[in-house]
T-cell receptor
């Protein structure tokens, strides 16, 4: 079992829909990251959080440390949001452990 | 551009050849990380540097792989006698201090194809 699990693996939705991507982890962490990876491969950091909730534009990330669970929400989704969203955690040994990613496709 | 840059973006090589990738981190960042990502998978840790010191190497990094950061600035990742299984995206990231509560910035990656 992977230390970081994401669901769903693939998600296709219509433009405007509310999107939720989930991440569960099984190790002790100091912080959790949500990353966005476009087809060219470059990764952009969206959020880093260790408690509570953060909002940036149409993106919202939440984390529940007790339940070892985080969610990434996208409101009013748009085709340009289509990308792979990766959950990653800072393990105790100062390395990032990545999930396999969720491939999101927003249809116009 | 003050982000993390990687060169080349794409590399196609014949099996058995040596390849070298370069990563230029954000200038004031003392930590530099290398990750490998295969198709459909999340990135996997390979190695990291604090300044010029290589602090940890993953078991994924066989003796055909070597990484350097000679002056604590840019880093190179060399793969000798490439194998088809080395085909992957090689990602570099840098941060100021450790990952704990410090945001890491990623490069665009180098996509290696071994034929």
């Amino acid at each position: 079992k992977n230390e970081v699990e994401q669901s769903p693996q693939n998600l296709t939705a219509q433009e405007g829909e509310f999107i939720t991507i989930n991440c569960s982890y099984s190790v002790g962490i100091s912080a959790l990251h949500w990353l966005q990876q476009h087809p060219g491969g470059g990764i952009v950091s969206l959020f880093m959080l260790s408690s509570g909730k953060k909002k940036h534009g149409r993106l919202i990330a939440t984390i529940n440390i007790q339940e070892k669970h985080s969610s990434l929400h996208i409101t009013a989704s748009h085709p340009r949001d289509s990308a792979v969203y990766i959950c990653a955690v800072d393990g105790r040994d100062d390395k990032i452990i990545f999930g396999k990613g969720t491939r999101l496709h927003i249809l116009p | 551009d003050t982000g993390v840059s990687q060169d080349p973006r794409h590399k196609i090589t014949k099996r058995g050849q040596n390849v070298t990738f370069r990563c230029d981190p954000i200038s004031e960042h003392n930590r530099l990380y290398w990750y490998r990502q295969t198709l459909g998978q999340g990135p996997e840790f390979l190695t990291y540097f604090q300044n010029e010191a290589q602090l940890e190497k993953s078991r994924l990094l066989s003796d055909r792989f070597s990484a350097e950061r000679p002056k604590g600035s840019f880093s190179t990742l060399e793969i000798q006698r490439t194998e088809q299984g080395d085909s992957a995206m090689y990602l570099c990231a840098s941060s100021l201090g450790g990952h704990r509560n410090t945001e890491a910035f990623f490069g665009q990656g180098t996509r290696l194809t071994v034929v």
